[in-house]
Every structure is written in C-alpha cells, then in structure tokens.
C-alpha cells in the first residue's frame, strides 16, 4: 500500500487543502450576508428563489467545510451577525437594488464559483476533498443554467458583443 492510500478521511490535509477549505467556507459566510440583502432587495419571485437556493448551498457548504476544519485541528472564519430583515419598500428608491443588477452580481458569484470548486479538485490529494468540490462544482453548474434560463427569460441577460456577420473564409 502507497503513501496516502487509506481512508482519505485519515489523511492528513496539505496546506493547500486547509486554506482552501478555509477560505471557501469564509467566502460563502460572506455570500449568505450578501444573498440575504439582495433577497430583501429582489421583487422578482423567481429571483428571490434562485437567492434561497444559493443561500441553502452556502450554508451546506459552510457547515461541511467548517467540519472537516474542526475534524483536523484548524480554526473555522468567524460567522458574520445576520443581517436584520427589511421589506423592499422600506429601502430608499436611490439606495436600491435593482433586479438586474443583483442578476449580474449573482451570475458573476456563480461563474467564479466554478473556477474555484475546479480549481480545488485539481489541487486536492485527498479524494474526499475532490469530491465534496466536484459536488459543489455540479450543484453550482445547475444553478448556473438555471440563472442563465431565467434570465433570458426576463430579459436580463447582457450578452457580450455578438458576431452577427462573420468574416469570409479566404483559402490559400
């Protein structure tokens, strides 16, 4: 039997592991504050759902990062104070979200998730930690897909420059 080839739940993390796990878990700390305001801002109800869902996810995220932190011996992030609940016509016109916009933010959010969760499983030498990240990684490529059909749907997707007319081929 080879080096690191027991239950992966025995091995020891490398130092990339542990501040992986670390720094993901704090990032979704930040994202359930940050989701929580936006759903108070949201009047869409299809927005407003796709905010609860990321919120689930990060919380699952937090609490399954934050005990396998705990399992080997690392300090978790602090949790951030909730935020106070506010209805969306006690929020100032001007100091608003609007749907659109929290639409960007969160599909930027989802995207860059991806990369991350990647990269994670990438650099994992612990296949229970590759795992739990190719986990995220396809729970965060539906929501991906759901944000996108969503916001074709009500007309919130900016798409970059489109290629409307394609330059000829010239052959050799």
Avoid at 29 to 41: D, E, N
Wanted: overall charge negative; proline content about 6%; glycine content about 8%.
């Amino acid at each position: 039997m080879g080096i690191l080839s027991g239950n992966p739940k025995d091995e020891p993390l490398h130092y990339g592991e542990v501040y992986d796990l670390w720094q993901f878990s704090m990032k979704a700390k930040g994202c359930i504050s940050a989701y929580r305001a936006y759903q108070y801002h949201a009047g869409d109800k299809e927005l407003k759902d796709i905010l609860a869902d990321m919120i689930d996810q990060a919380e699952l995220e937090v609490s399954e990062c934050d005990e396998i932190l705990i399992q080997n011996g690392v300090a978790t992030s602090p949790k951030l104070p909730p935020r106070p609940e506010v209805k969306l016509e006690e929020i100032p016109v001007g100091a608003r979200f609007t749907d659109q916009e929290i639409a960007a933010l969160i599909a930027t959010d989802s995207a860059a998730g991806l990369v991350v969760c990647s990269q994670v499983m990438g650099k994992s030498i612990r296949e229970d930690i590759g795992a739990l990240f190719g986990k995220y990684h396809m729970t965060k490529a539906a929501t991906g897909a759901k944000i996108l059909r969503t916001f074709k749907k009500k007309g919130w997707l900016i798409p970059p420059p489109l290629q409307v007319k394609r330059p000829e081929l010239v052959e050799a």
